[in-house]
Structures are given as C-alpha cells and as structure tokens.
Antibody, heavy 123, light 109 residues
C-alpha cells in the first residue's frame, strides 16, 4: 500500500535553513507519471502549494517562494527532500508531502498524503 | 498566485444537499480541467474527494460530485451526513504550479 511520511526538525530558528525529508513506499518515483509535492498549512489557515518533483526530475516551485525552495529526490532511497532557506516565523506550519500521478499528461489529484510534520520557527 | 476564493462556511441539515463554490481566474480554474477537492478533518491530512473537475477516486462516496463553469468550480455534497462535517479545499493546476482555495468549513446542523 502507498504510504508517505515526513520527517525533520520540529523547531528552527529565524534565518536558518529547513530540511524536510519525505520517505515513501508502495510506489517508485522512477515510474513514468509519478510525482511528489510539498504542501504546507499554517495553524488554522489554508493549504499552500510549495513544490513538485517528477519522475523525470522536472521540478516546479511556488512563484512566491521559488527563490527559497529546493526540491530533490533520491530514487534509490524512496525519498524526496525539500529545503527552505531563510526561515521566518510566518513559515510556521504543518508541512505535508503528497503524491500526484500524471496520466497521459493529465495530472490527477493528490491521492496519498503523509500525516504532516509541524515546524515552528522561533528564536 | 492568489488563492482561489471559497465561502468561509456552508451549513446544512442531515439529508440535505450543499454546494461549495471555488472561484479563480482564466489562468487557473477557467484555463484547465484540473480542479480537485479535498476534505480535511481536524488534525488530519487532507483526503482527495474529486479530481479533474468531476472524477471520484475509488472509495469516495457518490454523494460527492464536482462540476465547473467558466472560472468557478463547485463541489456538491448530497444526502449530507454528520461525518461530512469538515474543512474542504479546492485546488487547481495553473501553469506548472498549483493553487489552493481559501477553504470552507462545512457544518452539519
């Protein structure tokens, strides 16, 4: 069965760089059409899309955050890593990774999600 | 990229039907048939309810249906049940990225 799990620090200081890892099972990111994204949700607020990495290593970023984000994958470890630089208290949120399959060029929805990891930015 | 606009709250009695709107622009909702809807219960991860405007994943009740007209997508829940009380988010593909809606809290009276 498909599972995803986020891991990383629960607390980071302002200006630091956040590194989050998504470890997944039940599918391979080397399979054509498979993609994984990072999505975050500040406490009590809406979801915000951050980035996506595809099976062919294409990468896409939120326009407003692209200068701070880097997404990468390690297919052999079934992991996707997100780094976000220059963290600020407004970046406090639950960070989710989620899978999205693309069939014949048509993206479906995010069909499997991790449970999320809360990251607090505070000095 | 601005968030898609959803009503903050919608309510209904058990058995009734409700509709949640999701308004974007011609660059997102209106430009692609790649709108999806997610249900989120408190403290839980979102769950995919509808994808590509009107497709239901396996296992999702047929009480949930989606549609789109112009720049506005809609999610309809028919035969409202207590377990449907949750937050709902729409999302649209837009030029190599995605945008989510502002979220709607559904209350079952």
């Amino acid at each position: 069965q498909v599972t995803l799990r986020e891991s990383g620090p629960a607390l980071v200081k302002p200006t630091q760089t956040l590194t989050l890892t998504c470890t997944f099972s039940g599918f391979s990111l080397s399979t054509s059409g498979m993609c994984v994204s990072w999505i975050r949700q500040p406490p009590g607020k809406a979801l915000e899309w951050l980035a996506r990495i595809d099976w062919d290593d294409d990468k896409y970023y939120s326009t407003s955050l692209k200068t701070r984000l880097t997404i990468s994958k390690d297919t052999s470890k079934n992991q996707v890593v997100l780094t976000m630089t220059n963290m600020d208290p407004v970046d406090t949120a639950t960070y989710y990774c989620a899978r999205i399959p693309i069939s014949s060029g048509i993206p479906g929805g995010y069909d499997y999600w991790g449970q999320g990891t809360l990251v607090t930015v505070s000095s | 990229q601005s968030a898609l606009t959803q009503p903050a709250s919608v309510s209904g009695s058990p058995g009734q039907s409700i509709t949640i709107s999701c308004t974007g622009t011609s660059s997102d909702v209106g430009g692609y048939n790649y709108v999806s809807w997610y249900q989120q219960h408190p403290g839980k991860a979102p769950k995919l309810m509808i994808y590509d405007v009107s497709n239901r994943p396996s296992g999702v009740s047929n009480r949930f249906s989606g549609s789109k007209s112009g720049n506005t997508a809609s999610l309809t829940i028919s035969g409202l049940q207590a377990e449907d009380e949750a937050d709902y988010y729409c999302s649209s593909y837009t030029s190599s990225s995605y945008v989510f809606g502002t979220g709607t809290k559904v209350t079952v009276l």
